[in-house]
T-cell receptor, first 112, second 113 residues
Framework: KNQVEQSPQSLIILEGKNCTLQ??????????LRWYKQDTGRGPVSLTI?????NTKSNGRYTATLDADTKQSSLHITASQLSDSASYIC???????????FGTGTRLKVLA | DVKVTQSSRYLVKRTGEKVFLECVQD?????MFWYRQDPGLGLRLIYF???????EKGDIPEGYSVSREKKERFSLILESASTNQTSMYLC????????????FGAGTRLSVL
């Protein structure tokens, strides 16, 4: 069954610290993997998209990595800010059905 | 900037009512999607449209229908609302192609009493 699992479910860090969010997927055939940021009460906003041939992609202080062999991805946030408080959602695209498989998200809270 | 606009941020309806959720995008995107988002669950696809008047069922289409008469507008219809349809509804659009970004609206939080 196609699944995307994220960990941890929630995370609290102090402003200025780094953190890493994890995503494991079992989607096959796999096309690409996306990370979204969703602020409370808003729709998700795309951070990165990586195909199976890409290992890393950055968007400002956000860096995503992908290991297509182990079917794992991570999102690293550097020098966190209060505005990073949000849910981060990992999404894998099944290239057979063209369906997006969403993880349940990691809820990040950055404290001053 | 791409803009996906959902007509209502909050809606309260009664069981049995017919409910329309409207979504408009301004970037001439071919694809449009309706999802629902519930606590502890990932976004679940209700319906997908890849062109005007074209639609495909997603993972949870029961109790819902859709309409796409114009390219920029995708409507979700709850024929007879039930309490288990209380949820956050998110509309998204994208260009065709597998690497294209999905752009989401702000969501409509629907409560069915």
């Amino acid at each position: 069954k196609n699944q995307v699992e994220q960990s941890p479910q929630s995370l609290i860090i102090l402003e200025g610290k780094n953190c890493t969010l994890q995503c494991n997927y079992t989607v096959s055939p796999f096309s690409n993997l996306r990370w979204y940021k969703q602020d409370t009460g808003r729709g998700p906003v795309s951070l990165t998209i990586m195909t199976f041939s890409e290992n890393t992609k950055s968007n400002g202080r956000y860096t995503a990595t992908l290991d297509a062999d182990t079917k794992q991805s991570s999102l690293h946030i550097t020098a966190s800010q209060l505005s990073d408080s949000a849910s981060y959602i990992c999404v894998a695209l099944d290239s057979g059905t063209y369906k997006y498989i969403f993880g349940t998200g990691t809820r990040l809270k950055v404290l001053a | 900037d791409v803009k996906v606009t959902q007509s209502s941020r909050y809606l309260v309806k009664r069981t049995g009512e017919k409910v329309f959720l409207e979504c408009v995008q301004d970037m001439d995107h071919e694809n449009m999607f309706w999802y629902r988002q519930d606590p502890g669950l990932g976004l679940r696809l209700i319906y997908f449209s890849y062109d005007v008047k074209m639609k495909e069922k997603g993972d949870i289409p029961e109790g819902y229908s859709v309409s796409r008469e114009k390219k920029e507008r995708f409507s979700l219809i709850l024929e007879s609302a039930s309490t288990n349809q209380t949820s956050m509804y998110l509309c998204a659009s994208s260009l065709s192609g597998r690497k294209n970004i999905q752009y989401f609206g702000a969501g409509t939080r629907l409560s069915v009493l």
